[in-house]
């Protein structure tokens, strides 16, 4: 298969996402990344993972950020004592994503890779959520904390995302029209919604 198809899938926290991202790519014989891209990232531009797990899906954003922004070529200018920019950081990541969608089908998780892979020919855009008293009952199962602190947990981690994703795309995180295909993972379950990305998947790329 000479052509490279991608699928980027944004999700609610606790939606099952990155399950469901790698069972789908695990049925379609495609890479899965995603904080894997961070150790990537890290080898390839020689920095720790530290700054990228540190600047990863967050919302501040730096005050060099707001000097040198996403679409400047990466400098030294981007360093000050010892601090990279936020956008600096996103742009290595980006640089990373773009090149692993160059050399083979992939399944990303978040990062705005849906952005970052807007020109590519082949790329369909995903947006999982699901109910929230199945989202409750995931990170409580996950994380092992009582059920208050979990739903704080997932209102404050969807906030960091949305504001991560609005900031670096220009379009609105969870948003229908931000995406090809949005879908409840509470209505089929995990490995239903797995199986139906896939069939649309495969119409899709007419694979």
């Given at each position: 298969m000479n052509e490279k198809f991608i699928i980027s899938i944004g999700r609610q926290f606790g939606s099952g996402g990155r399950e469901i991202g790698e069972k789908l790519a695990a049925s379609l014989e495609f890479s899965f990344y995603d904080?894997?891209?961070?150790?990537?990232?890290?080898?390839?531009?020689?920095?720790?993972?530290?700054?990228?797990?540190?600047?990863?899906?967050?919302?501040?954003?730096?005050?060099?950020?707001?000097?040198?922004?996403?679409?400047?070529?990466?400098?030294?200018?981007?360093?000050?004592?010892?601090?990279?920019?936020?956008?600096?950081?996103?742009?290595?990541?980006?640089?990373?994503?773009?090149d692993l969608a160059q050399k083979q089908s992939c399944v990303f998780i978040g990062r705005c890779a849906d952005y970052v892979l807007k020109d590519h020919p082949h790329c369909l855009n995903i947006f999982i959520s699901a109910d929230m008293d199945d989202r409750i009952k995931r990170i409580i199962r996950k994380q092992n904390?009582?059920?208050n602190k979990a739903a704080d947990l997932i209102e404050k981690t969807d906030k960091k995302r949305a504001?991560?994703?609005?900031?670096?795309?220009?379009?609105?995180?969870?948003?229908?029209?931000?995406?090809?295909?949005?879908?409840?993972?509470?209505?089929?379950?995990?490995?239903?919604?797995?199986?139906?990305?896939?069939?649309f998947a495969v119409k899709m790329f007419k694979i």
């Amino acid at each position: 298969m000479n052509e490279k198809f991608i699928i980027s899938i944004g999700r609610q926290f606790g939606s099952g996402g990155r399950e469901i991202g790698e069972k789908l790519a695990a049925s379609l014989e495609f890479s899965f990344y995603d904080k894997e891209l961070i150790q990537l990232a890290s080898e390839q531009s020689g920095l720790g993972k530290e700054f990228f797990e540190k600047a990863d899906e967050k919302t501040s954003f730096s005050f060099l950020g707001g000097l040198f922004g996403a679409h400047n070529n990466f400098s030294n200018e981007m360093y000050s004592n010892s601090y990279l920019s936020n956008e600096a950081l996103f742009k290595l990541q980006s640089d990373v994503i773009s090149d692993l969608a160059q050399k083979q089908s992939c399944v990303f998780i978040g990062r705005c890779a849906d952005y970052v892979l807007k020109d590519h020919p082949h790329c369909l855009n995903i947006f999982i959520s699901a109910d929230m008293d199945d989202r409750i009952k995931r990170i409580i199962r996950k994380q092992n904390i009582p059920e208050n602190k979990a739903a704080d947990l997932i209102e404050k981690t969807d906030k960091k995302r949305a504001s991560y994703y609005n900031y670096y795309s220009n379009k609105v995180w969870g948003a229908a029209d931000s995406y090809h295909l949005c879908i409840n993972s509470s209505v089929l379950g995990i490995d239903g919604t797995v199986e139906a990305i896939r069939d649309f998947a495969v119409k899709m790329f007419k694979i």
